[in-house]
């Protein structure tokens, strides 16, 4: 089964509604796979042309193309690990597609046609995506920016209301790349590489309870759940405020978890092991 992102739109982020038209060259399409992955689809409107993120699966993507009479021209790879890259040799087989990954990240790497790090910058049709490099969850995880779209695939380094677990690298690695992430504009869409946003705000609730944009999106968390639906895209500008990964140098926050003075990096640390044993 796929869903449409729109719909997710409209549940989540009024306001792309009425920027749609103007600002469009992506169409994203989201296909579920596994237990709780998303593969992204998006199709760069002036070119036509297809590029697909993280294939840990091929046979859901390439059924879901077909309908769509997409033909997949690019792979994305966010980082090496199999829930992400599975399906990027059969997919790459079946397409032809060239394979754009992570240069710092080889372990378990299938082969890439073209190498990427922090800071490059990949032209897709009219779009430009610039590769953000966000390490921890994987020593060389990178990031998709689509500065046309405003769209932000981001692998496993950024969940709605999360972030991937440091599996590879220590807060310290990770917290410059979040700082990144949180420079991006306020109207940016999170394509998140799991489904995990219920969870984490059951566990962002349990160490900030009285915020009230917590407490709203949590309402709509689990409406679309209850429906079955993705909770994705994000809207960037809400997970600045609701996101505690994002906020481990708010003095107020740090202040309230006993962590006064040392906001960044050892409060990302402690909110990190406190999501791990949640
Ligand atoms: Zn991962």
């Not at 997919?91 to 080889?106: E, F, M, N, Q």
């Amino acid at each position: 089964m796929a869903i449409k992102a729109s719909v997710g739109y409209m549940s989540v982020n009024h306001s792309r509604q009425m920027t749609k038209d103007a600002a469009m060259s992506l169409e994203i399409e989201i296909v579920p796979i596994l237990s709780d992955n998303y593969v992204y689809l998006a199709r760069e409107s002036a070119s036509g042309k297809v590029l697909c993120v993280d294939p840990g699966e091929a046979a859901p993507v390439l059924a879901r193309a077909e309908e769509l009479g997409w033909d997949i021209d690019t792979i994305l790879i966010t980082h090496h690990h199999g829930d992400h890259v599975a399906g990027v040799k059969t997919l790459k087989a079946a397409t032809g597609a060239t394979v754009i990954g992570p240069g710092g990240d080889s372990q378990d790497m299938p082969a890439l046609d073209q190498s990427v790090g922090d800071g490059d910058a990949v032209a897709f049709g009219d779009e430009t995506l610039r590769v953000i490099g966000v390490y921890g969850h994987t020593a060389g995880h990178i990031t998709y920016y689509a500065e046309g779209e405003q769209a932000l695939f981001s692998g496993d380094a950024l969940f709605s209301v999360g972030c991937g677990r440091f599996f590879e690298g220590t807060a310290a690695d990770m917290w410059p790349g979040l700082l990144k992430l949180r420079d991006l504009p306020d109207a940016a869409r999170v394509y998140c590489g799991h489904e995990y946003t219920a969870t984490n705000v059951a566990f962002a609730t349990s160490i900030d309870s009285q915020n009230a944009d917590l407490q709203r999106y949590a309402g709509i968390v689990a409406m679309l759940r209850a429906e079955g639906m993705p909770t994705l895209p994000a809207n960037l500008g809400l997970e600045k405020k609701i996101n505690p990964f994002l906020r481990a140098d708010d003095p107020d926050f740090a202040e309230m978890h006993g962590f006064k003075g040392q906001e960044g990096v050892a409060f990302l640390a402690h909110i990190r092991a406190g999501k791990d044993a949640f």
